[in-house]
C-alpha cells in the first residue's frame, strides 16, 4: 500500500515539499506523483520522510499521536500517552523545550530587524536629464537653531526639535519644487545651525539657553535635516554645494556638521561640502560674486571692502556682487558701492529671551536665482504659514 500523507504537513513544509505533496494529492501515489514531476520516486519519498521527521521534532506525527505542534522557537522533547484498554487515548503529556537550532535564526533576525534604519554611505540620487548651466540657485539657510525650545504662553511661538526637522525639510521642499533646473545649487546655512553648542546648554558667552532634547539628540536631527535638504537638491541640480558658515552659537558643531556631510556624500561626485574654516566665504559663478559669513563680527557696511580686499582678482572678473548674511534674524538688504549685502530671516521662532526684547520678525526661506551674466534674476518666498500649513 502506498504511504499516505497527512495534509496537516504542509504546515511544516518548504516550497518544494509542499510541491511534493500536492503532486501526490493529485495523482494518488508517490511514484505516480514522482513520476508526473519528472523526478525519481526515491527523491520524493526521501524529501517527505525528511518533512515528517522535521514535524515530528516540532511535536507533530499523527501516526505516533503526536498532534499538538510545539510554538515556534521550541521543540518537542517527548510524549508520554497514557492508552486505556479499548486503545483509546486517555491522556498525554506533550513535553517542549527551547530549540537551540532555531535560537541563531532569531538572533539572526533580531539583528538584522536593528539595522532596519540604518543605511550607509549615500544612496545614489540618479542625476536630473536636463539642467540650465547658465542658471545657480542659491538657498540661505538662515539661523535654524536646531534645538532651541520655545513655549508659545512665553515667547508666542512653539518650537523644539520636531518643529525645526519638519520646517526645515518642508521649505526645502516647496523651493526645490519651484525652482528651475539650474544646473548648479548652492545650499548656503547662514550660520547658528545648532543653538547650543555643547551639553552645558550655554552661549559662547555663557547665556543659559533654552535647549530641546541632549546635545547627542540634537546633532542627530541636525544631520538629518541636512541630508534631507541635501538629496533633495540632487533630485533637481546636477551639482550641488554645500557650505555651512559657523554661527556664535554653534562655532564648533557647524564645522563638524559639515565633516559629517562630506563623509556621508565621499562617493558621490555631485556633492562638493566646503570645508574652509574662514569666517569668509565667496564663491564665483561667472559675473557674480558671493560672499558670506555669520554677520556676527563683520558688519554690514564693511563687507564689500573686505571682499575686495580678500578676493582682488574675482572683484576684477565680476560685475555682480553681493554679501549673504545670517545672525539678525530679520530682512535687511542694502545696497553699498561695488554690491548689495543682504540679511536673512530665519524659519526658527524667537526664545523667552528675544520676545521680551521685542523682537516681532517674520519668518520664511527664499531661493534666489542667479544668471552667470546678468546676477540675480528671480527669487522664490516659503512663508512659515505655508509650512505649518503643509506639515
Ligand atoms: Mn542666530
New binding site residues.
Given amino acids: 500500500m502506498a504511504r499516505q500523507y497527512d495534509p496537516r504537513l504542509r504546515e511544516f513544509a518548504d516550497v518544494r515539499e509542499a510541491a511534493f505533496l500536492d503532486a501526490i494529492e493529485k495523482h494518488g501515489k508517490p511514484t505516480l506523483a514522482a513520476k508526473a514531476l519528472g523526478l525519481h520516486h526515491s527523491v520524493v519519498i526521501r524529501a517527505l520522510d525528511n518533512l515528517e521527521k522535521r514535524a515530528a521534532k516540532m511535536g507533530f506525527s499523527p501516526r505516533h499521536d503526536m498532534t499538538r505542534a510545539c510554538p515556534p522557537g521550541f521543540r518537542s522533547r517527548g510524549t508520554s500517552t497514557l492508552v486505556k484498554g479499548d486503545g483509546t487515548i486517555a491522556m498525554q503529556w506533550v513535553k517542549t523545550e527551547v530549540d537551540k537550532s532555531q535560537d541563531e535564526a532569531i538572533l539572526r533576525e533580531f539583528a538584522e530587524s536593528l539595522a532596519d534604519g540604518v543605511k550607509a554611505l549615500a544612496p545614489i540620487t540618479p542625476p536630473p536629464e536636463h539642467t540650465l548651466s547658465d542658471l545657480l540657485c542659491v538657498y540661505p539657510q538662515g539661523?535654524p537653531?536646531v534645538g532651541l525650545h520655545s513655549w508659545w504662553a512665553e515667547a508666542g511661538e512653539d518650537f523644539d526639535l520636531k518643529i525645526a526637522e519638519r520646517l526645515m525639510c518642508a521649505a526645502i521642499d516647496r523651493l526645490v519644487a519651484i525652482a528651475p533646473a539650474a544646473e548648479t545649487a548652492l545650499l548656503l546655512n547662514l550660520?547658528?545651525m545648532f543653538h547650543a553648542d555643547n551639553q552645558k546648554n550655554e552661549s559662547q558667552s555663557g547665556h543659559k539657553l533654552d535647549v530641546d532634547g541632549r546635545w547627542a539628540k540634537v546633532q542627530q536631527v541636525g544631520l538629518r535635516a541636512m541630508l534631507h535638504c541635501v538629496r533633495r537638491l540632487l533630485e533637481k541640480h546636477k551639482r550641488v554645494i554645500l557650505r555651512i558658515n559657523r554661527?556664535?552659537?554653534d562655532g564648533h558643531s557647524a564645522y563638524a556638521l559639515a565633516l559629517m556631510i562630506s563623509c556621508y556624500f565621499h562617493d558621490e561626485p555631485r556633492v562638493e561640502v566646503d570645508l574652509s574654516p574662514a569666517v569668509a566665504w565667496y564663491f564665483q559663478f561667472g559675473k557674480v560674486l558671493m560672499g558670506s559669513t555669520?554677520g556676527d563680527t563683520i558688519k554690514g557696511p564693511d563687507m564689500l571692502p573686505i571682499m575686495a580686499a580678500d578676493e582682488p582678482e574675482k572683484w576684477g572678473e565680476t560685475t555682480h556682487r553681493y554679501w549673504y548674511v545670517?545672525?539678525v534674524?530679520h530682512q535687511d538688504i542694502k545696497e553699498y558701492r561695488g554690491g548689495t549685502v543682504e540679511y536673512f530671516r530665519?524659519l526658527?521662532a524667537r526664545d523667552a529671551w528675544h520676545a521680551g526684547q521685542g523682537y516681532r520678525a517674520g519668518r520664511d526661506m527664499r531661493l534666489i536665482v542667479h544668471h552667470r551674466i546678468h546676477g540675480e534674476i528671480e527669487r522664490h518666498r516659503a512663508d512659515i504659514g505655508m509650512l505649518q500649513e503643509a506639515a
Fill in positions: 539661523d537653531h550660520g547658528d554661527g556664535n552659537h555669520h545670517g545672525h534674524h530665519t526658527a
